[in-house]
């Protein structure tokens, strides 16, 4: 009787804990779209950069492809994907390293978001005509993103 008491209060503290771990917040949602997209950022221009440095082999299909795509995810719109509230400061969000500054210095991160956009369009006219090409227009979309990182998204913790 005893045991099985202690049994049904640690049952009830493990619930406990597994619904505030799972509890969402009101931006989860959008905080995991955005973060999708920086992926299809970081994956396409990985491909891209590895190929600018040699580590690995430059194929004008792939390349172009990749270029092709880091600007379609450069192109998506973004209209839902930054509520208000949605930054680094609201512990009720999921994990975002998304600065306040984004939303208090409006326009400026836009202003970020074109530059990278040049870059990619720069990048995909050029990626699959031959890797001196390819050389020559990936810096900027990496400054693009460094830029960017640099005034919007919080240093790991
Ligand atoms: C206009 C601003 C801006 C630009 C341009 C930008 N980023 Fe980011 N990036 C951010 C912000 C802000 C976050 C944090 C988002 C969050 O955690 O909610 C982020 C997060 C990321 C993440 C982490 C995603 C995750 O799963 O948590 C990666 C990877 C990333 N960016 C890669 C890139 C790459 C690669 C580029 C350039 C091709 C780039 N970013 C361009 C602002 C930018």
């Known amino acids: ?30 905080i995991k779209a955005r973060q999708a997209m920086f992926q299809l950022y970081s994956y396409h221009s990985g491909i891209l950069t590895a190929m600018a440095k040699g580590k690995m082999e430059y194929d004008a299909e792939l ?19 930054w509520p208000q509230g949605s930054d680094n400061a609201n512990s009720e969000n999921a994990r975002t390293r998304a600065l306040p500054a984004i ?20 990048v995909a006219a050029s990626a ?13 979309v ?8 640099d005034d919007f998204r919080a240093k790991r913790k």
């Not at 699959?128 to 900027?140: E, F």
């Not at 990496?142 to 990182?149: W, Y």
Request: hydrophobic content about 50%; aromatic content about 2%.
């Open 63 to 81: 390349a172009q492809e990749a270029a092709d795509n880091l600007l379609a995810a450069a192109s998506l719109g973004q209209s839902t994907l």
């Open 103 to 122: 939303w208090e210095t409006y326009p400026a991160v836009a202003e970020k978001g074109e530059a990278l956009g040049k870059a990619a369009a720069a």
């Open 1 to 30: 009787m005893k045991s099985n008491l202690a049994l049904g209060t640690v049952a009830a503290i493990l619930i406990m804990a597994t619904t505030t771990a799972l509890a969402e917040g009101p931006h989860d949602k959008a």
């Open 128 to 140: 699959g005509s031959g890797l001196d090409a390819l050389k020559a227009s990936i810096g900027d």
């Open 142 to 149: 990496g400054a693009a993103c460094k830029a960017c990182h």
